[in-house]
């Protein structure tokens, strides 16, 4: 089978708006958490998070056009815009088929919500909806190909992902944009996620407050951003002399039908998961070097998590294991495309990014740790676990180009 | 410039093996909210917040597998590709209005897991205990046909024997007050279809997706404002062809979608291709192979026979 290589990628995120700013990050242990300053959130059960500045237009943009857009808009257009650049694809866009699959989970009430609070009145009127995130990147890039929006929770970007590799398996198209991207951190979102007692309490000491396998983790924190990558097939890249990131090499993707907020305690489906994942990549565990996890910090999540590992990898020989999401502060359904960038960031650096925080971990969550300091280490394989609310579960696994 | 190999398009042959329909109003979703154990084996609790698209999904999810000759257990590792249309607009014009007086505490808690684009598909899966993947596609107007291309793309692995594709949405579209209250007398219509790739001799009917060359992309780009090139929204086309409403326009895409069912449910079903130009060809000018519909469809019409609770 063809092999499908990340030859592109564009971040946003407020450890850095380019994939090298955000990996130097990454590596030393920076947190993007910090209070919450940009709305009154004194009545908010939880008030930090890591929220970013949208970025300015792409040099590549029409300014106008893409300030006038909303700021999930925004991001996403630069995030693809800046993929296609860095895959040396941006002039040649049109003369392809260039698909696009974003995993962004609440697109409508982003849009809505902005919009109610730019004065308009969108959610009464849907039918006056100008399209879809997507659907204005597409628009805006001149893009030529099927655009798909997937949400499956803090899963979508690993969705996307998949999406892309069957576009381009099937012949669809000759390259894929895919990947996630999502402005969790506003009023209504943070409210509703803070009064889920979902997230941290710990507001007085935000830097510290995402604590991913540790004993005293009390939820997660919010962050926001995104990142789009470019599939291609392997043989494409390599005819430009571009080796690729990593190759997207299987994801693996199942549910727990049991509750739409709590993850089923056995963890079987997200074990299964994980071993669809290893098998479609022709791989097996012992080959996995590094995982990054999905990890939100909340009991329940971080044991079932723990759970499903012990059972695909046993007790002793688990991979190197670490949780990006403790730096970055959880993106929601752009989660799974923010830590598909930080595998890509141990790969391109051969040094494996840290859970900060991990002050005592968790007996109950007893892995292979890369705890507080980046661990160098040349790896092959990477696996990046994504399980959303509702039980999605999606495993992604990137193996090392040519 | 990349030399890109033109790829040859590729036909997608899909059997559609079951579906069900429902049409709720505003009291009906009360009703099924309360039936919740009784009908579906549910918490009362979980469907008190759900949205009334994913109420009438799981009418529609049900009716199809009673009728279906098939096993329940038949469906286990089948994925669920939802795709509802304006999920959740009122309960989050409700919670606009409630941050706006209340302030943070005054938030819901439910909107995020019933409300964002993959509530419907987690609460069928959760009711049908379906393990296989399940995602919520587009979320606006016309992107059924997104759906289409999502489940297509979720049986490339093989991990998938099938899915089910649900699509829902208000007819006509529900009108809410500020406040996110229902002005409108409108109905909630679900569609669920179960779609394989496995089992066409025994389908009900057959869908197809066509891909497109590498050649005629920009062709294809160009010909989206062509009024021969418009087809309506997958949706709307299938209520429409049940109850005779007006068509929708929708917006174009680069991949083709093609649907028929089979003989015996032609009556009430017409068997329109989405497309207005009805070619026996794809959209590269290839001769297309004839569809080779079942010879022993299933005796009764599960649309005719079905109580849509209208």
């Known amino acids: ?402 | 410039m990349t030399n890109y190999p033109p790829s040859e398009p590729q036909t997608l042959d899909l059997g559609i093996l079951a579906y069900g329909h429902a049409a709720l109003s505003i009291d009906q979703c009360k009703d099924v909210r309360k039936s919740a154990d009784s009908r579906f084996g549910l918490s009362p609790l979980l469907l008190k917040h759900s949205d009334e698209q994913a109420l009438a999904a799981l009418v529609a999810v049900f009716q199809a597998i009673e009728q279906s000759p098939l096993p329940s257990d038949h469906f286990a590792d089948w994925a669920i590709v939802s795709c509802a249309r304006f999920l959740g607009r009122a309960a989050f014009a409700r919670v606009l209005e409630k941050f706006k007086t209340d302030g943070a505490w005054g938030v819901s808690v439910h909107v995020i897991p019933h409300c964002t684009a993959h509530g419907v598909a987690g609460t069928v899966s959760m009711a049908i205990k379906n393990h296989g993947p399940s995602i919520g596609i587009g979320g606006g107007q016309d992107s059924e046909d997104n759906a289409l291309l999502a489940m297509a793309s979720i049986f490339e692995s093989g991990a998938c024997p099938g899915a089910w594709m649900v699509l829902s949405g208000w007819s006509p579209e529900l009108q809410i007050a500020e406040c996110g209250a229902p002005i409108s007398d409108s109905k909630c219509h679900a569609i669920a279809l179960a779609i394989s790739p496995q089992e066409l001799g025994a389908s009900l009917g057959q869908l197809q997706i066509c891909g497109i060359s590498a050649t005629n992309a920009a062709l294809a780009a160009d010909d989206r404002t062509s009024p021969e090139r418009q087809y309506v929204g997958l949706f709307d086309f299938l209520i429409d062809s049940y109850f005779g409403n007006t068509w929708m326009s929708s917006s174009s895409a680069p991949l083709q979608v093609r649907l028929r069912f089979a003989e015996a449910l032609r009556p009430t079903f017409n068997p329109r291709w989405l497309r207005a130009d009805q070619a026996q060809q794809d959209l590269t000018g290839h001769p297309r192979a004839p569809l080779h519909w079942p010879t022993a469809a299933r005796p009764v019409n599960p649309l005719q026979d079905s109580a849509t609770h209208d």
């Not at chain 1, 708006?17 to 242990?29: E, V």
């Not at chain 1, 959130?41 to 930090?48: E, G, K, L, T, Y």
């Not at chain 1, 392809?96 to 989970?105: A, D, E, T």
């Not at chain 1, 909340?298 to 723990?306: L, N, V, W």
Request: contains cysteine; hydrophobic residues 40%; glycine residues 10%.
């Open chain 1, 1 to 402: 089978m063809t092999d499908i290589v990340i030859s592109g990628v564009g971040v946003v995120s407020d450890l850095g708006n380019s994939f090298t700013q955000l990996s130097q990050n990454l590596l030393a242990g920076v947190t993007a958490i910090r209070a919450v300053t940009e709305f009154p959130v004194a009545d908010h059960p939880c008030r930090i998070a890591s929220k970013i500045t949208v970025p300015p237009a792409p040099t590549l943009l029409d300014a106008e056009r893409y300030d006038g857009l909303f700021p999930g808009e925004q991001c996403t257009t630069f995030c693809a815009v800046q993929a296609l650049a860095d895959a040396g694809l941006w002039a040649e866009r049109r003369q392809l088929r260039v698909g696009l699959v974003m995993g962004i989970g609440a697109d409508l009430m982003l849009r809505w919500d902005e919009d109610r609070r730019r004065g308009g009145n969108l959610i009464a009127r849907p039918l006056d909806d100008r399209g879809s995130i997507a659907e204005c990147v597409k628009t805006l890039c001149e893009l030529n190909g099927p655009c798909v929006t997937v949400a499956a929770a803090c899963a979508s970007g690993n969705h996307a992902m998949a999406h892309a590799l069957s576009w381009l398996r099937r012949g669809w198209v000759d390259i894929c944009l895919a990947g996630g991207c999502d402005l969790g951190v506003n009023p209504c979102s943070l409210a509703s996620f803070g009064n889920l007692r979902a997230l941290s309490r710990n507001n007085d000491s935000p830097r510290t407050a995402f604590r991913p396998f540790d004993r005293d983790r009390d939820g997660m924190v919010l962050g926001e951003g995104g990142a789009v990558f470019v599939l291609e097939r392997g043989p494409d890249a390599r005819s430009r002399g571009r080796a690729g990131y990593a190759e997207v090499a299987s994801v693996g993707l199942t549910s727990d039908a049991h509750h739409l907020v709590i993850p089923d305690p056995s963890a079987r489906q997200a074990g299964l998961a994980i071993q669809q994942a290893i098998r479609l990549a022709d791989l097996k565990p012992q080959d996995v070097d590094y995982i990054n996890a999905h990890a939100t910090g909340t009991q329940a999540g971080d044991i079932c998590e723990a759970r499903a590992l012990k059972c695909v990898f046993g007790d002793d020989a688990q991979p190197l294991i670490s949780s990006t999401k403790s730096m970055t502060g959880h993106y929601l359904s752009a989660a799974a495309s923010i830590e598909a960038a930080a595998c890509l960031t141990a790969f391109a650096y051969d040094v494996i990014p840290p859970t900060i925080n991990l002050v005592n971990p968790d007996p109950q969550c007893d892995l292979n740790h890369v705890a507080n300091v980046a661990l160098p280490a040349r790896i092959n394989v990477a696996m990046s676990n994504s399980f959303g609310f509702g039980g999605h579960n999606s495993t992604l696994i990137l193996r090392r180009a040519g």
